[in-house]
């Protein structure tokens, strides 16, 4: 019986201590998002991800925010020969992965702990041993790889809809339950059939699209799976939202509900 009492005692000990170190965490995320970008940082900003300039005021603030924590807690790796990660590659990437978390009720990317950037595309070896070249990758365990050159050809045009970081991140968000499936941690129960309901058949109209060449304003990459598909509709409803609206108005409906927010009005 005792031994039955110490180690509940222990295990009242060892929650009580992750509930201060969460607490702890939850009081320094606050004041970080509490900050802002100064101008100078605004002006890279604005530069690499020209979206930046239409995106209304009050999500722009919450986005700084969540920049913040990203910048405090993200480690970013230089890989493949890049000399290092430099202020403008981290505030280039930071600024659209917050964008996407800047008004969803759910935490942050919990599962993710660092950024690696390649200068280019970069070589990977798939599940059968072949090499395949990649422009980035979400991994459900811990890391986004990007290729430089390729987030800065992506910021080039905010209106072609291919935009590897939202892409990415987009991923991230998707795998945030363990499952890269297309369907990311959604906020209610019921929430799950209605987005079943918007995606799924969008999803098999688009393979058939795209099998029979006609164009759509999402790129043909997003009829590999419906994980790819949420990650190329989330760039499309970002860079191309009103061609979106119009050829997909329930999936851009699910988007915005998930987002809480709509680009297609700014």
Not at 55 to 71: D, N, S, Y
Not at 110 to 130: H, Q
Not at 151 to 157: A, E, P
Not at 243 to 261: D, S
Request: aromatic share 10%; charged share 30%; net charge negative.
């Amino acid at each position: 019986m005792n031994g039955l009492w110490i180690l509940l005692g222990g295990l009242l000990v060892v929650a009580a201590v992750v509930f201060w170190h969460a607490g702890r965490r939850e009081r320094r995320r606050r004041k970080l998002r509490s900050r802002r970008l100064d101008a100078r940082q605004r002006a890279i900003v604005a530069e690499h991800f020209p979206l930046w300039e239409e995106i209304p005021e009050e999500i722009r603030a919450a986005t700084e925010g969540w920049m913040q924590v990203f910048l405090d807690e993200m480690n970013f790796e230089a890989c493949g020969g890049l000399p290092g990660v430099t202020e403008e590659m981290r505030l280039a990437i930071a600024a659209p992965a917050c964008l996407l978390i800047a008004r969803r009720p759910q935490n942050y990317y919990e599962r993710l702990r660092s950024i690696l950037v390649y200068p280019d595309a970069f070589t990977v070896k798939d599940e059968w041993g072949m090499e395949d070249v990649r422009l980035g990758e979400s991994w459900g365990h811990g890391s986004v790889v990007l290729a430089w050159e390729t987030v800065k050809q992506g910021d080039l045009n905010p209106e072609d809809g291919l935009n590897v970081v939202l892409h990415e991140f987009a991923h991230q968000l998707d795998q945030d339950d363990g499952a890269a499936d297309g369907v990311p941690e959604l906020d209610e129960g019921d929430d799950y059939g209605l987005w079943s309901q918007a995606m799924l058949p969008a999803f098999d109209a688009f393979c058939e699209k795209v099998n029979a060449g006609k164009r759509s304003v999402l790129d043909d990459y997003g009829a590999e799976s419906p994980a790819e598909f949420f990650a190329v509709a989330t760039e499309t409803f970002f860079e191309r939202a009103k061609g979106l609206k119009r050829e997909e108005p329930e999936v851009y409906a699910e988007l915005e509900k998930f987002y809480g927010m709509d680009p297609g009005g700014w």
